[in-house]
């Protein structure tokens, strides 16, 4: 059902980890629906995004998604990120099955969660982003149960 | 791809070599309709009859009490529809439960549309029903209790002979999903005042397309499928012959395999628990650690996803299943582990294992390897994991 490249960044996700006192770290998705992105940038003095890692809980095509927005972002520009839509994330995957579309959705929204936070730490605007979704804690309170 | 190791027999099972030894002759030579006068045609019709008294003994049910249908999924159906329409004089409340297969729960839904009105029990932490609840829904109305023998996904086992006895206090008719008990635990219908009860050919190593509805003498309900006079004209259609003795073979050998065979699935479903629980942090069993199907082993794994838990296996030649959301097509995981409890979160991360005869220790010891070293992985890679090790820190 998944594709060559799609199951080649599943098997070995590019960029998997955090990045300790990031520039940036948007978190997206729900615990509900079974997807949670994060993910951390790390941008220099010229808005160029010189790292980029992430960690995601969810299927094959949500960790190959946020494998594939993470090599896209890599060495671009903060406005040139921006572009990354969840189409291009799509295309360099060749494809997702109809009802995965979403993840690269969320991969989307999780670069610019990154990118807003990153905004708000440094006080500045970055023209075309808007404040990201996110809702995450949602039933955190049932989650503390013993095992 | 070296050998595969197949842990999903509540999804189907291999079909045993004397099952189609016993199907083949009746595809090629005997293939006469078993409607016709001549010889060929009688060999067919005794095959029908000496394959509804092997399931009908599995049962302590009589031979005319077995009407065959295409599947477990079709028998479900019926027992629902015809009864709501047969019994509509006397009132249009159902009462089920949460935890059925779709085949009864989506069933309900378009009687509701219909005017029936379902009363859905909840279980326990389990998914053991709970009788009391029963009692209290049941009202003049009722027409119908149906409750699943066994679940699919966390094997729990109902108590169904309590069940059917409140049933049977009240006048009520009571049909159940026995698709995953049939042939694996044993079943009187007698006993446990089933009126109707619904199996399915290829859980039981027997072949696909064939199941039955048992429908006790003197219980109404009318035809499902017009068009002849099949099956005491309540099922038209030219009978699946070949299904119908594969079928038969099956669960003769089922029943006849049925002490050995459980004991040593139990033994090996235990011994898979208990590494998994105490090996592997953070995760925890679904479903009644005793009134449970012999061959189930459902777990939740904190912090990972079904799906990318179930590609993993499966590129290491495993074969299971899940109640992710991802493996179902929908947004919402398992409705099952829903109801006994679980969180969004944890009922995504839930691996079902449905062991059968030919699974050996090895073959789980195997298993465990790669399911630790997969978890390992995927927990490294999980926010709500890293998440939690934080909180843990402070």
């Known amino acids: 059902m998944y594709t060559e490249k799609v199951m080649d960044h599943f098997q070995n996700p590019r960029n998997v980890g955090e990045i300790e006192g990031a520039s940036g770290v948007g978190t997206v998705g729900n615990a509900k629906c079974g997807d949670i992105m994060r993910i951390y940038l790390d941008i220099d003095d010229n808005q160029i995004i010189q790292d980029c890692k992430f960690k995601t809980f969810g299927c094959g095509a949500a960790v190959a998604t946020s494998s594939m927005a993470t090599e896209l972002v890599k060495g671009k520009s903060i406005y040139e990120a921006l572009e990354v839509t969840n189409k291009a994330v799509m295309e360099a995957l060749d494809g997702l099955p109809p009802v995965k579309v979403h993840c690269s959705l969320l991969a989307e929204e999780a670069i610019h969660a990154a990118l807003w936070d990153y905004a708000e730490k440094h006080d500045i605007k970055i023209e075309g982003l808007s404040k990201p979704k996110s809702d995450i804690h949602e039933g955190e309170e049932t989650e503390e149960e013993e095992y | ?394």
Request: aromatic share 6%.
């Open chain 2, 1 to 394: 791809m070296g050998k595969m190791i197949y842990l999903d027999n509540a999804a189907t099972t291999r079909t045993a070599t004397e099952v189609v030894d016993a199907m083949l002759p009746y595809f090629t030579e005997n293939y006469g309709n078993p409607s016709s006068i001549y010889e060929i045609a009688g060999k067919s019709k005794e095959a029908i009859t000496k394959g509804r008294e092997q399931i009908a003994e599995v049962l302590n049910a009589k031979p005319e009490e077995i009407y065959f249908t295409a599947g477990g999924s079709e028998a479900d159906n019926w027992a629902l529809k015809a009864t709501f329409e047969a019994y509509a004089k006397k009132g249009n409340h159902i009462i089920t439960t949460k935890i059925e297969h779709h085949a009864i729960l989506h069933t309900c839904d378009y009687l509701e549309s219909k005017g029936a009105k379902i009363t859905y029990l909840n279980v326990d932490e389990n998914g053991v029903v709970k009788l009391d609840e029963l009692e209290a829904a049941i009202t003049p109305e009722t027409i119908l209790i149906s409750i699943m023998f066994a679940n699919n996904e966390i094997g729990t086992i109902q108590p169904i002979k309590e069940i059917g006895m409140i049933a049977k206090e009240h006048d009520i008719l009571f049909h159940t999903d026995a698709v995953q008990a049939f042939g694996q635990v044993p079943i009187d219908v007698d006993e446990c005042n089933i009126d109707m009860l619904s199996s399915s050919g290829h859980k039981i190593n027997g072949p696909k397309g064939i199941g039955f509805l048992y429908i006790r003498k003197g219980v109404k309900i009318r035809s499902f499928i017009h068009g002849g006079a099949q099956e005491r004209k309540r099922r038209a259609g030219t009978e699946n012959v070949p299904g119908i003795v594969g079928y038969g073979v099956a669960a003769k050998r089922a029943a006849d395999t049925m002490k050995e065979r459980t004991a040593k699935e139990i033994e090996l479903r235990d011994y898979m628990i208990g590494r998994v629980l105490k090996e592997i942090p953070y995760c925890r069993l679904n479903g009644d650690p005793v009134k449970r199907l012999p061959n189930n082993i459902n777990i939740s794994f904190r912090f990972v996803e079904g799906e990318s838990l179930l590609i993993m296996l499966d590129m290491e030649g495993i074969a299971a299943s899940s109640g992710s959301a991802c493996t179902s097509g929908s947004l919402d995981p398992s409705h099952v582990l829903l109801a006994i409890g679980l969180p969004h979160e944890i009922a995504h991360g839930s691996l079902r294992m449905t062991i059968s005869e030919e699974t050996t220790r090895e073959d789980l010891d195997f298993t465990l390897e790669v399911i630790k070293k997969t978890i390992d992985r995927l927990r490294s890679m999980s926010p709500l994991y890293e998440d939690f090790i934080k909180k843990q820190k402070k």
